[in-house]
């Protein structure tokens, strides 16, 4: 298969720590520009640089978008609708209507789509997964609790340090959740959010899940936890270290090749995101 030519969007540090070497590595796809708001900070990349993001969109067949979400909610509409296959961060969008827009978007152009939820591509997730499905789940619990909001930490940006844990971290857990034990279908959120956030979801089906999030914390921290009992046993996703960007890169480039039909598309980011506002609306501001 002849690779993917990937424009990227955005140049900061996990652009330069994930995407850009994710997508010029191969076979699968290849780095066709990146298009970024500090010029300088795109020429570090390996690619050719564009100072129009038209020009970006003429260079490649797919965007990978690596910034704010309010600022992807905006772009990836206009590459939806020049016809470009979308590679999308999580979460969507830096609200709900932004979201909705930018799903519409891509259903609107046919294009395919497809979210870098990264514990999803993992090895030890997709076992646990399985494992999952065979012990007929009822509950589970999971946390992620991390000092990345202190200090100068490279991910305690602006968008981070206003929403708080539940708008960074809350789509990978709910999600990894939802796969674990059924769809969401109701959540009750209490904490605050720039402080700890504990989530009560319901499930399709009558399982329970409960989650901890907060990225204030200090002190010797473990590593982020799931796990999920069923009537015939327990499931629990270990701590690893596996690198999940060349099934990303993989997957994606499938994606592209088929015209769509990843599970984990711009619908499903719509519907993480709606999860998501109906807890925040429940939180202590």
Known sequence: MEPVAVGLVGAGPWARMAHAPMLAKGPHTRLAGVWARRPEAAAQ??????????????????????????????????????GKALLLEKPLADTLDGARRLAEAVAE?????????????????RTFLARCAEIQPFGGHA???????????????PWRLERGALLDVGPHVIDLLSAALGPVTGVRARGNPLGWIGLLLEHEGGAVSEASLCMTAVGDLPPQTFAVYGRTGSAVLPHFDDDPLDTIAEEFAATVRNGGGH??????????????????????P
């Open 45 to 82: 990349l390996g690619a050719p640089v564009h100072e129009r993001i038209e020009e970006l969109f003429d260079a490649c067949e797919a965007v990978a978008f690596c910034v704010p979400p309010a600022v992807q909610a905006e772009l990836a509409v206009r590459a939806a609708r020049a």
């Open 109 to 125: 152009a046919g294009v395919a789509s497809q979210l870098v939820l990264t514990l999803r591509y993992a090895v030890q997730t």
């Open 263 to 284: 599970p984990l598309d711009a619908a499903h980011g719509l519907r993480l995101q709606e999860i998501i506002a109906e807890a925040e609306s429940q939180l202590t």
């Open 143 to 157: 946390a992620n609790i991390s000092g990345t909001l202190l200090g100068d930490h490279p991910f305690a940006t």
